[in-house]
């Protein structure tokens, strides 16, 4: 591990402990510096010439190439563009047009809400009676039955850190006859994922979390090679087409991946992104998984020993935690404000979550240690208590 953590890439403010990069990842030392060059040298001085110039017209697939060595798929198998929420909407309704005949979806009441609304609106605009199945993480399997069209989770969950089994999820879909989609929200860049050994169909991902993409950043999606061709995109969009300047009145699919693009990509977006994801040059998974684990474990017990009011909700077994650890405690909110007057920066999610996000690119364990010791005051001493701690804002 000889090659992390890589403070320097970032730019991480003085007397500042991150730990939220699991829901905005810090600013990559390059990236200013990219975003001028791309302003002023092409847009700037080229025009609408550096579609070609400077090959903006193929910077989505470049990148989903980068994404696909972190993702360990093949190049060419992910494109990028949109949002999240849109990427989940194209997966999922391509699926359920791979398996007409069933009207089930299974997901789980853990997962991130917006997966489940792009799945709900879905549904309503197909209008063909289809059931959204929810139940606890804990029994997707066994509501995994004969009936089902689509299999939809995310890997990590957003609240917990609770990791599912991919392979054994996916094993269990395949069995029932449905295709899988994986939401890799908060395990691209967090923990390995081995996908083509799972032989899932899809899967789905930010880039602002864990790959340090920055506010906005594209999302980028997975399709397994031997089913791109047939196909259906939901959102034929003029880019996902196989000759988009031939300006055709009908849609034809290109025939690979970038089908799954819809309209003009975020080129100031994607070139932070495509600075950002050097940072993960050299960087083997497995290595960046064992510090994620050693720094996790570290803080649970750190926190445990020094503040037995604040009740783990993560998985204590490493193997079933992504690369994040989160607390219940009745004044979570009001606590995560005091940290972060003091320089610890976490977030807050409802009913009562405090979650840490620990990422082996630019966090050790002098860092671990030190933000349990101000975890430690700010609870043991209870400072959430001030009154300008209660007030919350739109973006918790
Ligand atoms: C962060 C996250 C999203 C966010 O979706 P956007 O469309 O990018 O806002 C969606 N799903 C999951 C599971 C997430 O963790």
Same mark, same amino acid.
């Given at each position: /591990? !000889?090659?992390?953590?890589?403070?320097?890439?970032?730019?991480?403010?003085?007397?500042?402990?991150?730990?939220?990069?699991?829901?905005?990842?810090?600013?990559?030392?390059?990236?200013?510096?990219?975003?001028?060059?791309?302003?002023?040298?092409?847009?700037?001085?080229?025009?609408?010439?550096?579609?070609?110039? !400077?090959?903006?017209?193929?910077?989505?697939?470049?990148?989903?190439?980068?994404?696909?060595?972190?993702?360990?798929?093949?190049?060419?198998?992910?494109?990028?563009?949109?949002?999240?929420?849109?990427?989940?909407?194209?997966?999922?309704?391509?699926?359920?047009?791979?398996?007409?005949?069933?009207?089930?979806?299974?997901?789980?009441?853990?997962?991130?809400?917006?997966?489940?609304?792009?799945?709900? @609106?879905?549904?309503?605009?197909?209008?063909?009676?289809?059931?959204?199945?929810?139940?606890?993480?804990?029994?997707?399997?066994?509501?995994?039955?004969?009936?089902?069209?689509?299999?939809?989770?995310?890997?990590?969950?957003?609240?917990?850190?609770?990791?599912?089994?991919?392979?054994?999820?996916?094993?269990?879909?395949?069995?029932? @006859?449905?295709? /899988?989609?994986?939401?890799?929200?908060?395990?691209?860049?967090?923990?390995?994922?081995?996908?083509?050994?799972?032989?899932?169909?899809?899967?789905?991902?930010?880039?602002?979390?864990?790959?340090?993409?920055?506010?906005? !950043?594209?999302?980028?999606?997975?399709?397994?090679?031997?089913?791109?061709?047939?196909?259906?995109?939901?959102?034929?969009?003029?880019?996902?087409?196989?000759?988009?300047? !031939? /300006?055709?009145?009908?849609?034809?699919?290109? /025939?690979?991946?970038?089908?799954?693009?819809?309209?003009?990509?975020?080129?100031?977006?994607?070139?932070?992104?495509?600075?950002?994801?050097?940072?993960?040059?050299?960087?083997?998974?497995?290595?960046?998984?064992?510090?994620?684990?050693?720094?996790?474990?570290?803080?649970?017990?750190?926190?445990?020993?020094?503040?037995?009011?604040?009740?783990?909700?993560?998985?204590?077994?490493?193997?079933?935690?992504?690369?994040?650890?989160?607390?219940?405690?009745?004044?979570?909110?009001?606590?995560?404000?005091?940290?972060?007057?003091? @320089?610890?920066?976490?977030?807050?999610?409802?009913?009562?979550?405090?979650?840490?996000?620990?990422?082996?690119?630019?966090?050790?364990?002098?860092? #671990?240690?030190?933000?349990?010791?101000?975890?430690?005051? #700010?609870? #043991?001493?209870?400072?959430?208590?001030?009154?300008?701690?209660?007030?919350?804002?739109?973006?918790?």
């Amino acid at each position: /591990m !000889a090659n992390l953590p890589r403070k320097e890439l970032f730019h991480l403010p003085q007397g500042l402990i991150y730990l939220d990069g699991n829901s905005l990842g810090p600013l990559p030392v390059g990236a200013a510096e990219r975003v001028q060059k791309v302003m002023a040298g092409e847009w700037g001085d080229e025009l609408i010439r550096a579609w070609n110039t !400077a090959d903006w017209i193929n910077l989505p697939l470049r990148v989903g190439n980068q994404i696909a060595q972190l993702i360990g798929v093949r190049e060419g198998s992910v494109a990028t563009g949109d949002t999240l929420s849109i990427k989940v909407y194209q997966a999922l309704a391509a699926g359920l047009r791979m398996r007409p005949e069933r009207r089930v979806i299974v997901s789980d009441d853990g997962n991130f809400p917006t997966d489940l609304y792009m799945a709900q @609106g879905l549904l309503d605009t197909i209008d063909k009676g289809y059931e959204l199945r929810l139940p606890t993480p804990e029994d997707v399997e066994s509501a995994i039955t004969d009936d089902v069209a689509a299999v939809m989770l995310t890997h990590v969950d957003y609240r917990t850190g609770r990791l599912h089994d991919m392979a054994a999820i996916t094993a269990r879909a395949h069995e029932a @006859g449905a295709v /899988m989609i994986w939401d890799l929200a908060h395990s691209a860049g967090a923990v390995p994922v081995d996908l083509v050994a799972c032989n899932a169909e899809f899967a789905v991902g930010c880039t602002y979390k864990y790959l340090n993409g920055g506010p906005g !950043a594209p999302a980028f999606i997975y399709v397994r090679p031997d089913i791109v061709e047939g196909l259906q995109p939901a959102l034929a969009g003029w880019l996902g087409h196989e000759v988009p300047f !031939a /300006m055709e009145l009908t849609y034809r699919p290109a /025939m690979s991946t970038e089908r799954m693009r819809v309209g003009t990509p975020p080129i100031l977006q994607l070139a932070v992104l495509e600075e950002a994801l050097h940072a993960w040059e050299g960087i083997d998974m497995g290595d960046l998984r064992a510090a994620s684990i050693a720094l996790t474990g570290r803080f649970i017990d750190e926190v445990e020993a020094r503040c037995p009011q604040l009740a783990l909700i993560t998985p204590r077994e490493p193997a079933r935690r992504g690369s994040q650890v989160s607390f219940a405690f009745e004044h979570g909110f009001a606590a995560m404000q005091a940290l972060i007057d003091r @320089g610890v920066i976490g977030d807050f999610r409802e009913p009562d979550v405090m979650r840490f996000g620990f990422t082996p690119l630019y966090l050790d364990e002098d860092d #671990v240690i030190a933000a349990a010791a101000i975890i430690e005051e #700010v609870i #043991v001493k209870e400072l959430w208590r001030d009154a300008k701690y209660q007030a919350k804002s739109r973006v918790t």
